[in-house]
């Protein structure tokens, strides 16, 4: 298998040198698992010089077809992993799965439009790529600058995740499983039946501190319930490749930190404000990101927590 | 009639967004293209603006860390004795594609002196407040708020959630610092001075999708604009919102009690749904 990857690999690199298409340099991607090919994003904002590359995405070849994971923050990052999978193999690809619709993991998607390849994703995700994506594009236009956003399209997906789907890659099935609203509300994720291997999206962060962009109460209750996958490794939305279910502990302790402070504010009548400024306080040394996004996660846990 | 006035500003800002939006933009500064001159124009009649620095403070954070829940807080300064009156303070959020983000009116005998609530922030931009007072002038204070990074975007959270609260209201009230802590404040009657409470509504507060032509979704906008609070049948306080008040609109005040027993909402939405809740003033736990 790995040898027969391998040849056609040459034969690729040959091909697509010699059509001079692919200008886009390959991303690096190892393979964690055989088939099964991540990008490890790096920890940090989005940003013109990043490329938007802050998120883990990935590909995984089956006997017949390849299924893209997340397509990266910016379209260049999308064409480098089409170069790093073009490299690899020249089976169609037949699917690009979108964990979410957060801009760096949806941003690369029109790098993979086209015959054949059909987009996957929650079946929440049009509506909330119809609802921010016009934002997004401006807002990132402001952040990374003009050409970081060039030929940047939200492609909403035609295949719907409502419950649970197999998507067959030859040989290889694919389990889709969409989440109640948790870190957004439209996470799926994707289980390798053959490796045990769970793409997550950013329902599981690792270093990077968690983004709530969703349902405090939710992501606490998916959290159970996705522990009791039977995967071997997970591939989280930010951080390394970790073991399953040990990777979730963090996460945990940093959701529930929040949650129970911002209970005892609500509690005693602070003001909102007040909650973005203490909350999960004594977790700021355990994560990368703690001050871009804590009182963000605050505000967002405070509004929630608030009606209970 | 004040809300017809007030749907025609928000499609004819909302027009000029779009419309802006299709020309290739530089990096946006406000500065460049400072739109408060024309806001004064359209939200104020070209009325003249007075110095509000002794008159009105407005509180928001420098980023907005969410950019749909920012919170804001104006505060009246008028000094004891001054025999002039807050009418109406008027939030204008200058880059969001409704600038108008609310007016309040602030009942004639409640004393009201600070209001907070949550907006959303699409951009880089200034955020004024303009308070009407009984001299019949207009007083102008503002303060900058930058736009939040990140994934964060000023549209509802979790769309379902938002739609199953719709309508539910709720009524807190709190101890003010000096009167009495927090959680034992019962020691306070309803003929004491200041107080301090809030009023929450359930509400999507959606700010609409333009069609898309692949997913052919076409959502109108749908949110609170009107809102009315009385202690008994004295006003308290009045709201005309708009979509850049944030999803669930909260509104904590403070107000002067009457000696009343009840207190009362009364919102309506873009689509005609009125809602009503009152509450014993005694019951509402302080
Ligand atoms: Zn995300």
């Keep these: 298998m790995a040898h027969g990857v391998s040849v056609l690999a040459l034969l690729v690199v040959f091909a697509t040198s010699t059509l001079a298409q692919a200008k886009a340099q390959e991303l690096p991607v190892s393979e964690v698992a055989p088939g099964i090919f991540v990008h490890q994003g790096q920890t940090a904002l989005m940003t013109g010089e990043n490329e938007g590359a802050t998120a883990n995405i990935g590909f995984i070849i089956g006997e017949s077809a390849v299924a893209v994971i997340d397509t990266g923050g910016s379209v260049r990052e999308g064409q480098r992993l089409l170069a790093a999978i073009r490299a690899r193999t020249d089976k169609p690809i037949r699917y690009v799965i979108y964990t979410h619709g957060h801009p760096d993991h949806v941003f690369g998607g029109a790098a993979f439009a086209g015959d054949g390849t059909e987009f996957v994703g929650h079946r929440n995700l049009p509506r909330a790529l119809a609802a921010r994506g016009p934002f997004y594009l401006d807002a990132f236009r402001r952040i990374m600058g003009a050409q970081s956003l060039d030929g940047v399209r939200m492609i909403p997906p035609t295949l719907l995740v409502d419950g649970t789907i197999k998507l067959d890659l030859g040989s290889r099935t694919l389990t889709l499983k969409s989440w109640p609203a948790a870190h957004s509300d439209n996470d799926v994720t994707v289980f390798d039946e053959q490796t045990k291997t769970l793409f997550a999206g950013d329902l599981v962060f690792l270093g990077h501190i968690p983004v709530l962009d969703g349902s405090i109460r939710g992501w606490l209750a998916v959290i159970d319930e996705l522990g009791a996958l039977p995967a071997q490794r997970v591939i989280p939305g930010h951080g390394p490749v970790s073991e399953w279910p040990g990777a979730l502990a963090d996460q945990r302790r940093y959701l529930e930190t929040l949650a129970a402070d911002v209970r005892k504010l609500v509690a005693r009548g602070a003001p909102i404000t007040v909650a973005a400024d203490t909350a999960a306080a004594g977790e700021r040394p355990r994560w990368q990101l703690f001050d871009d996004y804590n009182a963000r996660n605050a505000t967002s846990a405070f509004s929630e927590i608030e009606w209970e | ?286």
């Design chain 2, 1 to 286: 009639m004040p809300g017809r006035r007030f749907h025609l500003l928000c499609i004819a800002s909302l027009l000029s967004v779009m419309l802006a939006g299709a020309r290739v933009a530089p990096a946006a500064t406000p500065e460049a293209n400072d739109p408060w001159p024309g806001l004064v124009q359209d939200i104020f009649n070209n009325r003249p603006m007075n110095d509000g620095a002794d008159v009105i403070a407005i509180e928001m954070p420098y980023r907005a860390e969410d950019a749909a829940i920012v919170p804001v807080t104006l505060r009246t300064k008028l000094p004891p004795g001054d025999s002039r009156r807050v009418l109406r303070i008027t939030l204008v959020i200058d880059q969001n594609p409704a600038p108008m983000a609310a007016k309040f009116e602030l009942g004639p005998d409640a004393n009201v002196t600070e209001i907070s609530t949550r907006v959303r922030v699409n951009n880089y931009t200034d955020v004024h407040a303009v308070a009407e007072l009984s001299d019949g002038k207009l007083y102008m204070t503002k303060t900058y708020v930058k736009a939040s990074g990140g994934c964060s975007a000023p549209a509802t959270k979790v769309a379902d959630e938002a739609k199953n609260r719709l309508g539910q209201m709720r009524y807190r009230q709190f101890a003010r610092a000096g009167e009495g802590r927090a959680g034992q404040g019962s020691g306070q009657g309803p003929a004491s001075g200041t107080r301090e409470a809030q009023i929450m509504i359930g509400h999507p507060s959606h700010s609409g999708l333009q069609m898309d032509q692949v997913t052919q979704l076409y959502i109108p906008a749908f949110f609170v604009d009107q809102l009315r609070l009385w202690q008994d049948d004295s006003l308290v306080l009045a709201m005309e919102g708009g979509i850049s008040i944030s999803e669930d609109p909260n509104i904590r005040f403070t107000y002067v009690s009457n000696g009343a027993t009840r207190f009362r909402a009364e919102a309506r939405d873009t689509e005609g749904h009125v809602f009503q809740k009152e509450w014993k003033v005694d019951d509402s736990g302080i």
